[in-house]
C-alpha cells in the first residue's frame, strides 16, 4: 500500500497511524505536536530546483532559481535541453548542475524516464531510478519524492537533521549512518515519510534547547 500526503489531513492520520504502530514516538509527538506538511511543485520543475539548491546557501539558492525560473518560463525541460550551457552558467548554474539538468530533460524526452509516477511506486524502487540518473544522490532523491510527490514512505536517511533526531529520540550512543537509518525506520513502514516530518519537527524544538544539541555539520534542512 501506498501512502501519500497530499494534504495536511493525510499526514495528520499518518501520524497518528504511526503513534499506534510505534509507542516511542508518542513522547517525541508530545513535544512536537503535529508537524505541518511540506510540499513543492513536483514534475521537472521540481526537481530541477532541488538541484540548484544543493550544496549552496537557502539564498544563494533562491537567488539562482530565480534567474533560472524567470528565463523559461514556463520551465520546459526540453527548452532547457537544447539551451546553450554558456547561458545557463550565466544564470548561475555551475557545470556540473547544467549537465545533470541537461541527463535528466534527456531522459524525459527519450520517455525513459517518467517522474509523476514515482508517487505510486515503491518508495525504494523510486529511489533507486531516481539514484540512477546523472547527478542525483540519495537526499536528493528522496527530498523529491517527499515533498514534490508527497510520496509517505520517502526516507531521507541521509539526512543529518534528521539522523541527530533519531539519534536523541530512540536514546541511540552515536548519530546513525545512512546504512544504519533504514533498519531503524523499519517499524514506520509505509509511512515513513510522515515519520521524517516529525523528526525534523523534533530536531527543530532540540535546536531551540540550549545545550541539548550542537550544530551537527550543517544539516540540510527540510525544504
Known amino acids: 500500500m501506498t501512502v501519500h500526503l497530499n494534504s495536511q489531513a493525510d499526514l495528520e492520520d499518518a501520524i497518528h497511524a504511526l503513534l499506534r504502530q510505534d509507542p516511542r514516538l508518542q513522547p517525541i509527538y508530545d513535544l512536537t505536536g503535529m508537524p505541518a506538511l511540506r510540499r513543492r511543485e513536483p514534475g521537472f520543475s521540481g526537481l530541477a530546483h ?70 505510486n511506486e515503491d518508495a525504494d524502487a523510486a529511489h533507486n531510478t531516481l539514484t540512477a540518473l546523472h547527478g542525483i544522490g540519495p537526499w536528493t532523491a528522496d527530498v523529491y519524492l517527499l515533498f514534490c510527490l508527497g510520496h509517505g514512505d520517502a526516507w531521507p536517511a541521509g539526512d543529518l537533521a534528521v539522523q541527530e533526531a ?41 535546536k531551540k534547547r540550549e545545550g541539548v544539541i550542537g550544530a551537527p555539520q550543517r544539516p540540510k534542512p527540510a525544504p
Not at 70 to 91: T, V
Open 166 to 206: 533519531v539519534k536523541i529520540g530512540l536514546g541511540l550512543k552515536t548519530r546513525p549512518t545512512p546504512k544504519e537509518m533504514a533498519p531503524l525506520a523499519e517499524p514506520w513502514r509505509p509511512m515513513r515519510g510522515a515519520a521524517a516530518h516529525l523528526w525534523w519537527s523534533y530536531y527543530r524544538v532540540l
Open 50 to 119: 532541488i538541484v540548484t539548491g544543493q550544496q549552496l546557501s537557502t539564498a544563494s539558492a533562491s537567488a539562482i532559481w530565480a534567474r533560472v525560473s524567470a528565463a523559461f518560463d514556463p520551465f520546459d525541460p526540453e527548452k532547457l535541453r537544447k539551451a546553450r550551457a554558456e547561458r545557463l552558467g550565466r544564470l548561475g548554474l555551475s557545470a556540473a548542475k547544467i549537465k545533470t539538468l541537461k541527463s535528466i530533460a534527456r531522459e524525459l524526452a527519450a520517455e525513459r524516464l517518467n517522474l509523476d509516477v514515482l508517487a
